[in-house]
């Protein structure tokens, strides 16, 4: 593993400490990931079952509830994430609940440089992943979902846009060489994206290079407030969180 990968290993692997002992990890499926993911199968499941064989690989998979959503619909799930312990909470949250046969591989690495086969993918799913990778892994990543992905694959990504409440805070203070990328140190929670370190803002525009040779690029914008409680508690008086839902096929 690069440097810069076992650096996000120490970095997340806190992250889930503080996640399980405050009993915060992720245990819901992204509603844009779900959302769109749906969008796909509609074509191609009957009765919202997906045809035997398909596989999904998720980069970044967590503690894995996007896996398990997968897997509810029929599909073979793959996960990769550099934190060893969002692997084994997601094994152990498919295997709970009678998905463990649709395991194909749980693999510890980075999204950067993923160990499998070329065209490997009918689906690859990325939620909140690609946003915390700096330039280069970034562009690595995004390639690694062009290689990974068969013809007429799907790609949907969730990932923070520059219209987000901590960017338009921020603005100015990007990395000189990477524009759109913080790095936030607050020196409070891990649990929260003020303190998770390198963070890139999308723009619209990005995605047409990073997913150059793609037949479809659909960056879909939505933007919310969160509950005024919940923003107090992160520290701030309103808190907009502004995500690309990005859907894209090979
Ligand atoms: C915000 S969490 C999202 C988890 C999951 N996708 C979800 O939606 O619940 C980010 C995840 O990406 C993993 N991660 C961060 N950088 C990574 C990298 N370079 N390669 C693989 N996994 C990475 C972290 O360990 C963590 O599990």
Same mark, same amino acid.
């Given at each position: ?11 997340? @692997? ?26 796909? $199968?509609? /074509?191609?499941? @009957? ?9 999904? $690989? ?21 996960? =990769? ?26 693999? @510890? ?15 690859? =799913? ?59 140190? /607050? ?20 995605? @047409? ?42």
């Amino acid at each position: 593993m690069a440097a810069t990968d076992q650096a996000m290993k120490r970095v997340w @692997e806190e992250s889930f400490a503080e996640q399980i002992a405050r009993q915060a990890y992720n245990t819901a499926p992204a509603e844009a990931v779900i959302r769109t993911v749906s969008y796909y $199968l509609r /074509d191609r499941a @009957e009765h919202g079952v997906a045809p035997a064989g398909m596989q999904f $690989l998720e980069m970044g998979c967590g503690a894995g509830p996007n896996l398990l959503w997968l897997a509810q619909k029929g599909i073979a799930v793959s996960g =990769v994430d550099v934190a060893p312990t969002a692997l084994g909470l997601a094994r152990e949250t498919l295997e709970r609940n009678g998905y463990g046969k649709q395991i194909g591989q749980l693999l @510890e690495a980075s999204v950067s440089a993923v160990p499998l086969a070329d065209a490997s993918f009918d689906g690859i =799913v990325e939620s909140c992943v690609f946003q915390h990778l700096g330039r280069a892994d970034r562009e690595a990543a995004f390639r690694e979902v062009a290689r990974l992905l068969k013809p007429g694959g799907v790609f949907v990504g969730y990932m923070l846009d520059a219209g987000h409440t901590i960017y338009r805070m921020k603005a100015g203070q990007d990395l000189p060489d990477d524009p759109g990328t913080l790095v936030l140190q /607050d020196g409070k929670s891990k649990v929260y994206l003020s303190n998770i370190g390198v963070s890139h803002f999308f723009r619209r525009e990005e995605y @047409e290079s990073l997913l150059a040779g793609f037949r479809v690029i659909d960056p879909c914008l939505t933007t919310y407030y969160i509950p005024k409680a919940e923003a107090a508690k992160r520290g701030y008086t309103e808190y907009l969180q502004s995500m690309w839902t990005v859907y894209a096929v090979k």
